[in-house]
């Protein structure tokens, strides 16, 4: 009951932090609560169309909470949060953790923040210094919103396979 109370703080607050791909939450060790992933339509976020999970070993990860990186929502449409209107910081926490295909022009995608390109052909291993223990964070400040939506949407080039379209956690803070 705890974390549910929270959770609706945090989101009346405009911040909204998800562990994709996680079924659980979990605290961060600065405090944050990260949120269960969820279905859009069920709640006040969630992602849409297009999704997989998986849960990965982290085993060496080099980041203050190797844990955000363990699970791993992939092949992924978009996300979308039901927000007040004004501006926001998101936050997305990225780590390619399929070891076997982890090497240069494998796991490119585009990211678009409110229909603006923030990510183009973003290549998750280059962003990791081609380190498989390393993890690329990226934060986009003043996103406008004028309605009551937030949406970040995943691409790719149309020749890639969908699945390399991926994301371990995000954060949508209210500035």
């Given at each position: ?51 997989l ?58 990211v ?61 803070i209210?500035?």
């Amino acid at each position: 009951f705890q974390n549910i109370s929270e959770q609706a703080a945090m989101i009346r607050r405009g911040h909204y932090a998800v562990n994709c791909g996680s079924s659980g939450f979990y605290r961060a060790k600065n405090g944050t609560l990260f949120f269960p992933d969820c279905q859009k339509g069920k709640g006040d976020y969630g992602h849409v169309g297009s999704y997989l999970n998986v849960v990965r070993n982290i085993e060496g990860i080099k980041a203050d909470d190797p844990e955000l990186f363990m699970s791993e929502a992939y092949a992924v449409d978009s996300y979308k949060f039901k927000v007040t209107p004004g501006k926001y910081k998101v936050r997305l926490y990225l780590k390619a953790g399929y070891k076997k295909a982890f090497k240069p022009d494998t796991f490119i995608f585009n990211v678009d923040v409110q229909g603006k390109r923030v990510l183009d052909n973003f290549d998750v291993v280059i962003a990791c210094n081609s380190d498989f223990s390393e993890v690329a964070i990226r934060d986009f400040s003043d996103v406008e919103v004028k309605n009551d939506l937030l949406e970040i949407k995943f691409t790719t080039d149309g020749k890639r396979d969908p699945s390399v379209k991926l994301v371990n956690a995000i954060e949508v803070i209210r500035q």
